[in-house]
């Protein structure tokens, strides 16, 4: 080949590959930009955990400021003397609640009684004797604000209680009777067995650094049921009241003590059958010194959790401060278990 057409077609070769490869170049994809290194995002901190409630002292005989899930019994015996000639007796007075919380607010309850007296002078018509109370169905509203507390209750008692009718007996009647004065009348409608009692009460409290302050006040209006004849139930309606105070202070995280303060009064007047030494009967009302009484207790309380339970069991000593209960030198002593989870 002429040396002239051997360096045109080299020269050619040469532009077309160079095209190629800039073609080539052109289709290539670009390069990814520079990845920008991610940077951690900071954890936030763990919430702190709420601050658990402040310790609240239970009361002896007073509804506590809750709605809680709760097995409770308590045992109040009460020893007192016939002032006529001395003679001792003792009087011991069992309740069991069960209280279970449907809502944080909300708690239904039951309440089971009875009683045992040992009279100081039994006679035929005033024996020793046993009875099984009247039970009361309830519910509880307790709500908090800050640190006040509000429990308003409503319940009712179920008139089945041993001792009742127009002929009840003795020992059975003795016992009730014995009884109130050992609950410082404060679960009268318990011992009414011939009433339909409905209750309505209200409690509130102050609860803060280990120190709690509370008072209630509770209306009895009852109904009879049975018994129209019997000396212990004349009247067809009754209203009585209670009314209490609480003062309980931690001295420990699992010691705390308390004070009570209670009132009972009837509203109403009750009547009673009285036979005198000739055997005749008159109707007439309660005396003076039977309308109302005054108690006191202070005691102390212990605070144990139990798994995620709290067992809180008291002992406390009351006292009445006026008649009857001074005429007759009651003494009470309460073992208290509280047990809730």
Request: net charge positive; charged share 10%; hydrophobic share 45%.
């Given at each position: 080949?002429?040396?002239?057409?051997?360096?045109?077609?080299?020269?050619?070769?040469?532009?077309?590959?160079?095209?190629?490869?800039?073609?080539?170049?052109?289709?290539?994809?670009?390069?990814?930009?520079?990845?920008?290194?991610?940077?951690?995002?900071?954890?936030?901190?763990?919430?702190?955990?709420?601050?658990?409630?402040?310790?609240?002292?239970?009361?002896?005989?007073?509804?506590?400021?809750?709605?809680?899930?709760?097995?409770?019994?308590?045992?109040?015996?009460?020893?007192?003397?016939?002032?006529?000639?001395?003679?001792?007796?003792?009087?011991?007075?069992?309740?069991?609640?069960?209280?279970?919380?449907?809502?944080?607010?909300?708690?239904?309850?039951?309440?089971?009684?009875?009683?045992?007296?040992?009279?100081?002078?039994?006679?035929?018509?005033?024996?020793?004797?046993?009875?099984?109370?009247?039970?009361?169905?309830?519910?509880?509203?307790?709500?908090?604000?800050?640190?006040?507390?509000?429990?308003?209750?409503?319940?009712?008692?179920?008139?089945?209680?041993?001792?009742?009718?127009?002929?009840?007996?003795?020992?059975?009647?003795?016992?009730?009777?014995?009884?109130?004065?050992?609950r410082s009348a404060m679960d009268n409608a318990m011992f009414a067995v011939n009433y339909t009692t409905a209750i309505a009460g209200f409690g509130a409290g102050y609860v803060a650094s280990g120190f709690t302050a509370q008072a209630e006040v509770t209306l009895f209006q009852l109904f009879r049921s049975r018994g129209t004849s019997a000396a212990s139930s004349l009247d067809s309606t009754r209203t009585n009241s209670t009314a209490g105070v609480h003062l309980g202070y931690f001295l420990l995280p699992s010691l705390s003590v308390g004070a009570e303060a209670r009132y009972q009064r009837w509203l109403s007047t009750p009547h009673k059958k009285v036979t005198n030494a000739a055997g005749m009967t008159s109707i007439v009302p309660f005396a003076d010194s039977d309308m109302d009484n005054v108690t006191a207790a202070l005691g102390v309380r212990g605070h144990f959790k139990v798994g995620k339970a709290w067992l809180r069991p008291g002992l406390s000593y009351a006292r009445g401060l006026d008649a009857p209960l001074t005429t007759a030198s009651y003494n009470v002593v309460q073992i208290d278990v509280p047990f809730v989870f």
């Open positions: 080949m002429h040396p002239r057409k051997v360096l045109l077609t080299s020269a050619l070769a040469l532009t077309g590959v160079g095209a190629l490869a800039s073609v080539a170049q052109a289709d290539a994809p670009a390069p990814a930009p520079a990845t920008t290194p991610t940077v951690a995002a900071t954890a936030a901190p763990p919430a702190a955990p709420a601050a658990p409630p402040p310790p609240y002292s239970v009361p002896w005989q007073l509804r506590p400021l809750a709605a809680a899930n709760v097995i409770r019994l308590d045992s109040s015996t009460a020893f007192y003397e016939n002032p006529a000639n001395g003679d001792t007796g003792h009087t011991t007075a069992t309740m069991a609640l069960f209280s279970y919380k449907v809502t944080p607010h909300l708690a239904p309850l039951v309440r089971f009684g009875y009683v045992d007296n040992t009279a100081p002078t039994p006679t035929a018509a005033a024996p020793s004797g046993t009875a099984f109370l009247n039970p009361i169905v309830g519910i509880t509203y307790a709500n908090t604000v800050d640190r006040f507390r509000f429990a308003p209750f409503l319940g009712v008692t179920i008139p089945v209680g041993q001792g009742g009718g127009d002929k009840p007996d003795a020992g059975a009647a003795t016992a009730l009777k014995a009884g109130i004065n050992a």
